[in-house]
């Protein structure tokens, strides 16, 4: 099996800034306390986390709120910059579901967002043109695409991006939780979407607390906790350890 995606090393800090307080309780805590006198905090939402996924492979990250699952799907979709080390993808389409708007003007209607999100991934007219009607059709929003996007719920939105995504036949797909703003209906059909995707060869890396979605379409699940990566193996030993984990907090 080839590798499509490689993550070396990788590490990511925010900075959080602190509002500066000039009271006396603020100046002695200053005192003792660097981060506070100095206004701002390091956050490490990712800490050296190295592995392979395959070309063809499902691959899940897990784990509890904070762990740094979205951040690392973010940095494999080069929405972030690793703070070190590096991310490499096999020279391939991906499609990204991971924020609802990514790529989307809320000023624009849902076919002007389609074009726009579909030029953003480096479509052409005559591309956009024919896979048109394939995310209107997946997305069942034919009535809304006239209307703005500011004007769609957040489960419309959702339907769009996914729509848009998947309709761009990406060789990799990442997939966040977005997907529970969704209806019922929805998700089932967004499953259904990535379980075809994977029966023919597709690479998906797919975020979720719901270990039972993880089981049903992943070969292989990564844990995180803190930003480390504590466990990566066969996805029902993956989801052991991940229950483990909420066991122990």
């Not at 929405?79 to 990514?102: A, D, F, H, K, W």
């Not at 726009?116 to 997305?139: C, M, Q, T, W």
């Not at 597709?202 to 979605?213: A, M, N």
Request: glycine content about 10%.
């Amino acid at each position: 099996m080839s590798t499509a995606i490689e993550i070396t090393n990788v590490s990511k800090a925010f900075i959080i800034r602190h509002n500066r307080n000039n009271s006396l309780k603020s100046q002695v805590i200053g005192i003792f306390h660097k981060r506070f006198r100095e206004g701002r905090e390091t956050l490490w939402a990712l800490k050296e986390v190295t592995f392979d996924i395959g070309s063809g492979e499902a691959l899940g990250l897990i784990g509890r709120n904070g762990s740094g699952k979205s951040t690392l799907l973010k940095i494999i979709a080069g929405i972030y910059s690793p703070s070190s080390g590096q991310v490499r993808l096999s020279n391939r389409r991906v499609g990204t579901m991971i924020e609802l708007g990514v790529g989307f003007h809320p000023e624009l209607t849902g076919q002007e967002n389609i074009y726009l999100g579909a030029s953003i991934y480096g479509l052409n007219r005559k591309e956009v043109d024919k896979i048109y009607p394939k995310v209107v059709a997946f997305s069942e929003l034919e009535s809304f695409m006239d209307t703005s996007l500011k004007n769609y719920s957040s489960g419309m939105q959702a339907r769009l991006g996914f729509a848009l995504a998947v309709n761009l036949d990406p060789d990799i797909l990442l997939v966040d939780e977005v997907l529970a703003v969704g209806d019922e209906a929805f998700q089932r059909k967004c499953m259904a979407r990535m379980e075809q995707f994977r029966s023919v060869g597709k690479t998906i890396v797919f975020v979720s607390h719901s270990p039972e979605d993880v089981r049903k379409i992943c070969d292989r699940a990564c844990v995180l906790d803190f930003g480390s990566m504590v466990f990566l193996g066969k996805t029902g030993e993956a989801i052991d350890r991940y229950h483990a984990l909420l066991g122990a907090a």
